[in-house]
């Protein structure tokens, strides 16, 4: 089993920049590609970033393409999500998860663990 948690969330202005962290406990996370999602008021979770076990390996959704960046320190157990110059749509809960395989990293469903989730609100 894998607990994930996430923080780093919180309320900011349009153009400012947050750093998401993912620290997981009970197994290494060097074992698990890690994402992250994000689910607005109303809209389904959707994909956000992946990157797999050793780092070398990043993927993103085109919408955030460029403005965030996804990290890992496996010594730290941790995964990062550095999000600049946010916008108001950028507004929703965002959560990590890990699973064992690099493929299908688009797809929630295939995800075996989950964080509880962080706010990020933006808005002036």
């Known amino acids: 089993q894998v607990q994930l948690v996430e923080s780093g969330g919180g309320l900011v202005p349009p153009g400012a920049s947050l750093r998401l962290s993912c620290t997981a406990s009970g197994r290494a996370l060097s074992n698990y590609a890690m994402s992250w999602f994000r689910q607005a008021p109303e809209k389904e979770r959707e994909f956000v970033a992946a990157i797999n076990w050793g780092g070398s390996s990043t993927n993103y959704a085109d919408s955030w393409k460029g403005r965030f960046t996804i990290s890992r320190d496996n010594a730290k157990n941790t995964v990062y999500l550095q999000m600049n110059s946010l916008k108001p749509e950028d507004t929703a809960v965002y959560y990590c998860?890990?699973?064992?395989?690099?493929?299908?990293?688009?797809?929630?469903?295939?995800?075996?663990?989950w964080g509880q989730g962080t706010q990020v609100t933006v808005s002036s």
């Open positions: 998860a890990a699973k064992a395989s690099y493929a299908s990293i688009w797809w929630s469903g295939s995800y075996n663990y």
